[in-house]
């Protein structure tokens, strides 16, 4: 799993390449930390070559979208493959989480 961060105006994007299992989520912990320091800005995490994301996985997301909430800033998940979704939709997390095409 790699993570590309890149920041442009008032968005910081996160591009996910790989499956996000409990091994990435693990080895990533320390990745997203300018996701973190940057909560109370726009989050975007582009999920175009995530083909996987396992329950670790989803608690990174929600770890990510927990800090977001009490900084004040937004997040939003997009490229979400089919398989990705159907994950989100089975645990009920894509009410909860924003995706965009």
Same mark, same amino acid.
């Given at each position: 799993?790699? @993570?590309?961060? /890149?920041? #442009?105006?008032?968005?910081?994007? &996160?591009?996910?390449?790989?499956? $996000? !299992? ?5 080895? @990533?912990?320390? /990745?997203? #930390?300018?996701?973190?320091?940057? &909560?109370?800005?726009?989050?975007? $995490? !582009? ?5 996987? @994301? ?48």
């Amino acid at each position: 799993m790699n @993570i590309n961060i /890149t920041e #442009e105006g008032n968005t910081i994007t &996160a591009a996910f390449d790989g499956r $996000l !299992d409990t091994v990435a989520a693990q080895q @990533i912990a320390e /990745t997203i #930390e300018p996701l973190m320091q940057h &909560a109370d800005q726009n989050i975007l $995490l !582009d999920c175009e070559k995530m083909p996987f @994301i396992s329950s670790s996985g989803l608690r990174i997301f929600l770890k990510i979208r927990k800090e977001v909430a009490a900084k004040g800033g937004k997040m939003y998940l997009k490229n979400v493959c089919p398989d990705v979704m159907q994950v989100f939709k089975m645990t009920k997390l894509d009410g909860i989480f924003e995706i965009i095409a």
